[in-house]
């Protein structure tokens, strides 16, 4: 994969807010409109990866100044699975609510496990 630059980053994470921001008010939604935190856009469950999920929270060109764990913290309240599949799944497309809900699944597990790298603890859940 060709490396972004540093403008094109900052272009992507403005853009998933927008996406973030037009989702709720969608009445179908499907893979493909989906904000997912990676540098390049997955087309399936395989490709969200941790080191991909990794490099696009902790990118130095992520917009405001919160710290890294804030910023995990935020990309898992949109994510976590409580929230996820109560608010958004159901607006899936039938036929791809099993592919988004397991790349979901897989992009709060990758967060889970980067802010426990970065507590030294999984127990700052959340919350923490």
């Known amino acids: 994969m060709k490396q972004l630059t540093k403008e094109q980053v900052i272009k992507l994470f403005e853009d998933h807010e927008l996406r973030w921001a037009t989702l709720a008010n969608l009445d179908v939604l499907s893979w493909q409109l989906f904000p997912w935190p990676m540098l390049k856009q997955p087309s399936d469950p395989e490709q969200v990866t941790y080191p991909e999920v990794q490099a696009y929270v902790l990118s130095p060109h992520h917009p405001g100044d919160k710290s890294q764990k804030d910023r995990i913290k935020d990309h898992l309240r949109k994510w976590h ?7 958004l799944l159901p607006k899936v497309r039938e036929d791809e609510r099993e592919k988004v809900k397991e790349g979901a699944g897989a992009v709060a597990r990758h967060l889970n496990k980067l802010l426990s790298s970065l507590s030294g603890s999984a127990e700052n859940g959340l919350f923490g």
């Open 81 to 87: 699975p409580d929230r996820f599949e109560t608010k």
